[in-house]
T-cell receptor
Framework: KAGVTQTPRYLIKTRGQQVTLSCSPISGHRSVSWYQQTPGQGLQFLFEYFSETQRNKGNFPGRFSGRQFSNSRSEMNVSTLELGDSALYLC?????????????FGPGTRLTVT | AQSVTQPDIHITVSEGASLELRCNYSYGATPYLFWYVQSPGQGLQLLLKYFSGDTLVQGIKGFEAEFKRSQSSFNLRKPSVHWSDAAEYFCAVAPTGGGNKLTFGTGTQLKVEL
């Protein structure tokens, strides 16, 4: 079974621009979560989508948004990029639903804002 | 709010020696507990998880972890470390109420001396 895929793997943007990152979960997984990883703040939860609905949200400004499609693929968008948005953005998928499920992570998208 | 503490930022062990990485959590009840490993430039790989039941859980690559409710701990162990185990290790918790919001510790960087 193919793992979680994220595109693009690397991205360089200029301050003030916007960016869209894509995540394809493991086949059959309905939950997709997004995390930001930086040297200063570590791994932080952005949001989770399950069956096309945002189920959980972290403490990030409204510039960070996401969505999930009917095939469970997800995108996250960051508008008005700031230098501090430079990070590794990780996507994770799980079966979701009720109960306990482990999350499987993709390789990440490395975003550099200049 | 839940939190995770990994008190050791860096640990160095000799190849073949035993390893224990510490993890303490703060949560109102018993959360779901995870250990992930991250190699440079890579995403996170799940080593093992605890949901309920037997407090000693076995994972991949010869790792195990023990959940101790009285100490709010979930320490990771390996009896004999291999050079390929050098990586960063993250402990994480998720709420038992549903959803996939992982809260991560700050990570422990493991160096293996040959």
């Amino acid at each position: 079974k193919a793992g979680v895929t994220q595109t693009p793997r690397y991205l360089i943007k200029t301050r003030g621009q916007q960016v869209t990152l894509s995540c394809s979960p493991i086949s059959g997984h309905r939950s997709v979560s997004w995390y930001q990883q930086t040297p200063g703040q570590g791994l932080q939860f952005l949001f989770e989508y399950f069956s096309e609905t945002q189920r959980n949200k972290g403490n990030f400004p409204g510039r960070f948004s996401g969505r999930q499609f009917s095939n469970s693929r997800s995108e996250m968008n960051v508008s008005t990029l700031e230098l501090g948005d430079s990070a590794l953005y990780l996507c994770a998928s799980s079966l979701g639903g009720e109960g306990a499920y482990e999350q499987y992570f993709g390789p990440g998208t490395r975003l550099t804002v200049t | 709010a839940q939190s995770v503490t990994q008190p050791d930022i860096h640990i160095t062990v000799s190849e073949g020696a035993s390893l224990e990485l510490r993890c303490n959590y703060s949560y109102g009840a018993t959360p779901y507990l995870f250990w992930y490993v991250q190699s440079p430039g890579q995403g996170l790989q799940l080593l093992l998880k605890y949901f309920s039941g037997d407090t000693l859980v076995q994972g991949i690559k010869g790792f195990e972890a023990e959940f101790k409710r009285s100490q709010s701990s979930f320490n990771l162990r390996k009896p004999s470390v291999h050079w390929s185990d050098a990586a960063e290790y993250f402990c994480a918790v998720a709420p038992t109420g549903g959803g996939n919001k992982l809260t991560f510790g700050t990570g422990t960087q493991l160096k293996v001396e040959l």
